[in-house]
């Protein structure tokens, strides 16, 4: 069994690059597990934390004790040449785990099978069943679930869900996140923890962002207030100051008491400036300290073009279609049949290798020259945008402002301004594509469909949430429902599907 009295304790980390950029700093907790969930906006260095708790990435500054080994299980990892019973031939005497902890993961997962054979899902959970054996302290899971099917999603979230050892999940899925104990945030702000679940957290997130924006807007309107009263007051003295001015040059008046009014009018004005400005610059201060307190949401200002399509009007129709990769039996069981018409939303679902990709591809005429393809596909002649995983409508070579300016609708300076929405601010829109994050690719893409001269009435996403944090997810959801176009999504996010409006699934078998 694995040591259940994991201590953690972290002190002021900061991690720093040789360029002097900060990642983040004064990070400061103790662990306050067994199963916490790491969130926060894309960028904030969530991966790069867990890596200073296993060890792989020293902390610029700062202190970190830790009682037992934590182990990392990246998001991807290269497969050996080797069956599953020999990956996992330690795993049948570990110490460190039992049975009952790593059997619900193999579950229809043949030992004789090469790891080379193994669908993405199934190699997720024989990678996880791995890390077993050597995690005797923390174990750190990162995006466990991205491209699973719902099936092994369905295994890793009973994982967690019946794991009772230390656990860290740095994850989106709002279902799994949803069987943890408490969420970690990580933020501009540092590191805040939040006793519960998902659920709990979206729950006092929401509150406390409610808060935040009262807080800055009190401290505006104060500021605002004492910035009118400092020059009502100057203009009130002025008034009085030629009104004096303006009596003397009537006369009658000796010229020492003159003298005499003119200097206390000054020094009256002298003290409004001093006492007013001081007030000025306390609000000031006090406005830009809430400001700085604020936690920075990483969220995507979508603004979906206005672009419909006629209910009725066909977008796509296959009759009796059957794929066949060389050397394999026909992808599918019987053909299909499907058919897409007016502003409706569906989607594709099925396991991993089922073909949902291989669909898409037909519907665009993207089929390559390897596959047989019988049976009648018709599509209406109407703009379309496609999304996929690899990003491939972006030219991986050319920066930000590069691909999105080519087929925008706005000249250069006003699609830099729409680029800020996506969040590129500054010279990031100069930055090649190519060493963007995937979260950063995915924003170049979806802002390179949005800002398009023609704008999409037909639109395709494949697996559009892997790399959106949870506050551009909610973002992306809300703009999709208002999308009036129509919607082809392949997703096994149910939540998103959901939230979404997806009116069918078509289950794809293979």
Not at 93 to 106: D, F, H, M, N, V
Request: charge should be negative.
């Amino acid at each position: 069994m694995q040591n259940t009295y994991f201590q953690a304790t972290g002190k002021s980390l900061t991690l720093e690059f040789p360029r002097g950029d900060i990642l983040f700093s004064n990070i400061s907790f103790t662990w306050n597990g067994p199963r916490c969930g790491l969130v926060g906006p894309n960028g904030v260095g969530k991966s790069t934390f867990a890596k200073i708790l296993a060890g792989k990435v020293e902390a610029t500054s700062g202190e970190l004790k830790i009682s037992h080994e934590v182990f990392y299980l990246s998001q991807s990892e290269e497969r050996p040449a080797l069956s599953v019973a020999e990956y996992l031939i330690e795993l049948w005497e570990s110490p460190a785990t039992t049975p009952a902890q790593w059997g619900p993961l193999l579950e229809s997962i043949s030992l004789e099978a090469s790891l080379q054979s193994l669908s993405g899902g199934e190699w997720t959970r024989v990678r996880i069943a791995h890390a077993l054996i050597y995690s005797h302290g923390l174990l750190i899971l990162d995006e466990p679930t991205n491209n699973l099917d719902v099936e092994a999603r369905r295994h890793v979230t009973e994982f967690i869900k019946s794991y009772q050892s230390p656990l860290l999940v740095i994850s989106h899925d709002r279902d799994l996140l949803n069987h943890v104990d408490c969420i970690w945030e990580l933020s501009n702000q540092g590191l805040t923890s939040y006793g519960g679940n998902y659920s709990f957290y979206k729950e006092h997130k929401e509150n406390e962002i409610a808060l935040q924006e009262q807080a800055i807007d009190r401290t505006r309107r104060e500021k605002k207030k004492i910035e009118r009263e400092y020059h009502e007051k100057l203009e009130m003295q002025e008034k009085r100051m030629r009104a004096g001015a303006r009596k003397a040059e009537k006369g009658g008046i000796p010229k020492i008491l003159l003298g005499g009014r003119k200097r206390r009018a000054q020094e009256t004005q002298g003290r409004i400036h001093s006492n007013e400005e001081k007030r000025v610059e306390k609000s000031v201060a006090e406005f830009n300290e809430i400001l700085s307190q604020a936690k920075i949401s990483s969220v995507l200002g979508l603004e979906l073009p206005q672009t419909s399509v006629p209910e009725g009007k066909l977008v796509f129709e296959v009759e009796e279609l059957q794929i066949t990769y060389p050397g394999r039996d026909p992808l599918w069981p019987e053909p299909l049949h499907f058919s897409m018409k007016g502003p409706r939303r569906k989607a594709l679902a099925g396991k991993n290798g089922a073909g949902k990709s291989s669909f898409i591809k037909v519907l665009l005429n993207k089929v390559p020259a390897s596959l047989v393809v019988d049976g009648k596909v018709h599509r209406a002649d109407i703009p379309w945008a496609y999304l996929d995983q690899e990003y491939s409508l972006l030219d991986m070579e050319k920066t930000v402002l590069e691909n999105v300016f080519d087929t925008s609708a706005y000249d250069i300076v006003e699609t830099r301004n729409r680029l800020a929405r996506f969040q590129f601010f500054g010279d990031k829109v100069l930055q090649p594509v190519k060493t963007l994050s995937g979260g950063e690719k995915l924003k170049t893409a979806l802002a390179k469909i949005f800002l398009a001269a023609t704008p999409p009435q037909f639109l395709i996403l494949d697996e559009p949430t892997n790399n959106l944090d949870l506050q551009s997810l909610e973002i992306l959801e809300e703009a999709l429902s208002a999308f009036e176009g129509a919607l082809l999504v392949v997703s096994h996010d149910e939540v998103f599907l959901e939230n979404i409006g997806i009116e069918e699934v078509c289950l794809l078998q293979s």
